[in-house]
Nanobody
Framework: QVQLVESGGGLVQAGGSLRLSCAASGRFSSIITMGWYRQAPGNQRELVAA???????NYVDSVKGRFTISRDNNKNTVYLQMNSLKPEDTAVYYC?????????????WGQGTQVTVSS
């Protein structure tokens, strides 16, 4: 079993910045991918950014150049630095990790953290 603890959401004005963190703990040998998804009211959950254990990243087009995903493998923690925030970034942000467990690769979700960007 893997536990995820998210932090860093909040209310910010358009143009502002926030940094999300997600720390993973539990029984696993390594984490293959770590990522952030978001879901706004009435919308489907979408991938915002992801990063592999080797550092390869990918982003949804709408956040490219504004958001940066990074990870600290020693701390099993993933970060999402969000700059130049826009009202359309308002959503609940969920951490997602795929750890290598004893006989399989699991998938776990954080509890979600609200990000609200006011205009």
């Amino acid at each position: 079993q893997v536990q995820l603890v998210e932090s860093g959401g909040g209310l910010v004005q358009a143009g502002g910045s926030l940094r999300l963190s997600c720390a993973a703990s539990g029984r696993f040998s390594s984490i293959i991918t770590m990522g952030w998804y978001r879901q706004a009211p009435g919308n489907q959950r979408e991938l915002v950014a992801a990063i592999t254990s080797g550092g390869t990243t990918n982003y949804v087009d709408s956040v490219k150049g504004r958001f940066t995903i990074s990870r600290d493998n020693n701390k099993n923690t993933v970060y999402l630095q969000m700059n130049s925030l826009k009202p359309e970034d308002t959503a609940v942000y969920y951490c997602n990790v795929r750890p290598r467990e004893l006989f399989t690769v699991g998938e776990y979700w954080g509890q979600g953290t609200q990000v609200t960007v006011s205009s």
